[in-house]
């Protein structure tokens, strides 16, 4: 991940949350521009900065890395409750996920 990815990704998550970039800027303690100065690569967030911002987009920092995934906290609320299910179950959400992907 470089740093336009790393702005991209941001934007993203921000988005899908819903929120502002001055917003989330100043929830995180931060001033209003910093969100907007981070995405339009004008500036970088120290590492406390990238922990800040996992937390407020409630996702692990791994799970921020992840491009794979457009939205990990849906992704991982998901795989909690398939842990709780029997061998049968996954089998057919197995079949269904298949399913989805082909089409």
């Known amino acids: 991940m470089d740093e336009k ?20 800027s100043l929830s995180i303690g931060q001033n209003p521009e910093y969100i907007n100065n981070i995405e339009t690569g004008k500036s970088k967030p120290s590492l406390d900065g ?21 939205n990990p906290s849906k992704l991982d609320s ?9 061998d049968q179950q996954l089998d057919t959400i197995s079949v269904l996920v298949k399913g989805l992907i082909k089409k």
């Not at 800040?52 to 491009?67: K, N």
């Open 5 to 24: 990815d790393f702005a991209m990704r941001l934007a993203r998550l921000r988005e899908k949350k819903g929120v502002s970039a001055r917003d989330m």
């Open 50 to 70: 990238i922990f800040y911002i996992c937390e407020y987009l409630g996702v692990s920092p791994s799970q921020f890395f992840d491009m794979g995934s457009p």
């Open 78 to 86: 998901i795989i909690e409750d398939m842990k709780k299910l029997n």
